[in-house]
C-alpha cells in the first residue's frame, strides 16, 4: 500500500503596535502598547487596528496610529522560493516626543517568505519601511537607508545566524558604534555585549535559545551640522543629543524561535524604527513604530 503524501501547513506569527515605552520623569507612566494586533495560527487572514489623537501628558503625543498583521499562502507557483507569506505593518503619524524629535509618518513593514520546498528558514524583506520628514529640533534630517541588511534567504535552508554574510554586515554596524570614543556608558556596555555575541555567532560557538543579533536598516543619519544643538552627534543608526538621550533608528533584532514539536529553530524579525532613551530633559524609554515577523512551516 503507498503511503499517503504528508500534508504540509504553516504555524503564521506577526505582530505590531504604533508605540510602547515608560516615562519615570517628570511623570511616572508606563506606555501600554498602542494599536497592538497580532495573528498567531495556521487559518492565516488578515486583522488591522487604528488609533488617533494620543497625548500622554503633553510630553509623547502622536495624530493616528495604524497597524495590521496578514498571513496568507503566496499565489507564486514557485514552491522553491515562495510559500506561506506573513507581513506585519505599523504606521505612526503626527509623533512628538518633548518637541524635540517630530515625525509626519513612520512606517515599519516586516515581510518573510517561508517556501513550500525546504523553507523553514524565511526570505524577508522590509519593503514599504520609511521615515517621512523626521525633524530634530525642528530641522529635517535626511537618512541612508539599506533595505536590505538581511540579505537574501542563506543557502541550504540555514539560520540567518549561522550565516556569514549577514553576520559580518551586523558585525561592521556594531563595531562602528562599539569602537567610538566618548559613548555613554550604558550604551557601550550595550554594543560591546552585541559584538561579543555576533563574534561568537561568527566563530561557530554554541548558541543559547536567547541567540540574537541587532542591525539596522539605516546607514547613515546625514545633515547634522544644520541642527542648532551644541554636541550632537550620530554614530551609523544611532543619534545621541546631548540633555536628551539617544535615538536609535530602524532597529532590527534577528532572533530564533523554538515551536513545540520542533527540534529545529525558526528566524523572526523584529523591526523598530524608533527607540530612545531619554536621560535629562526627561527620563524614561520610548519606541515607536514597531513590526515583528516570523512563523514555522510543517513538516
Not at 505590531?16 to 516615562?23: D, E, N, T
Amino acid at each position: 500500500m503507498a503511503a499517503m503524501p504528508e500534508t504540509s501547513w504553516h504555524e503564521f506569527h506577526a505582530e505590531a503596535h504604533v508605540l510602547s515605552g515608560h516615562l519615570q520623569r517628570p511623570v511616572e507612566q508606563k506606555i501600554e502598547r498602542h494599536a497592538p494586533v497580532a495573528l498567531k495560527d495556521r487559518k492565516g487572514g488578515h486583522l488591522t487596528r487604528f488609533t488617533e489623537d494620543v497625548n500622554i501628558e503633553g510630553l509623547v503625543s502622536f495624530k493616528r496610529g495604524r497597524t495590521r498583521v496578514s498571513g496568507s499562502q503566496s499565489a507564486k507557483d514557485d514552491p522553491k522560493n515562495h510559500g506561506w507569506v506573513t507581513v506585519a505593518t505599523s504606521i505612526l503619524e503626527g509623533l512628538n516626543v518633548f518637541e524635540l524629535i517630530t515625525a509626519d509618518r513612520i512606517v515599519a513593514q516586516v515581510s518573510t517568505d517561508h517556501p513550500l520546498v525546504n523553507g523553514h528558514f524565511p526570505h524577508v524583506t522590509f519593503l514599504g519601511t520609511q521615515f517621512n520628514n523626521l525633524q530634530v529640533n525642528g530641522v529635517p534630517i535626511t537618512l541612508t537607508l539599506n533595505l536590505g541588511i538581511c540579505g537574501q534567504r542563506p543557502k541550504d535552508d540555514t539560520s540567518y545566524l549561522s550565516d556569514r554574510g549577514f553576520l559580518g554586515r551586523a558585525k561592521e554596524q556594531t563595531e562602528k558604534v562599539a569602537k567610538t570614543d566618548g559613548l555613554p556608558k550604558d550604551l557601550q556596555t550595550e554594543y560591546a555585549n552585541r559584538l561579543t555575541a555576533i563574534n561568537n555567532l561568527i566563530k561557530g560557538g554554541n548558541k543559547s535559545r536567547e541567540a540574537k543579533v541587532t542591525c539596522s536598516i539605516v546607514k547613515s543619519i546625514n545633515n547634522l551640522d544644520e541642527i542648532p544643538i551644541p554636541g550632537i552627534r550620530a554614530v551609523g543608526h544611532v543619534l545621541i543629543i546631548p540633555d536628551f538621550g539617544t535615538v536609535s533608528l530602524g532597529e532590527v533584532e534577528v532572533s530564533e524561535v523554538f515551536y513545540e514539536g520542533s527540534e529545529k529553530p525558526s528566524n523572526s524579525f523584529d523591526l523598530t524604527m524608533l527607540k530612545m532613551n531619554l536621560g535629562c530633559v526627561g527620563h524614561g524609554t520610548v519606541s515607536g513604530a514597531s513590526a515583528k515577523s516570523n512563523g514555522q512551516g510543517y513538516p
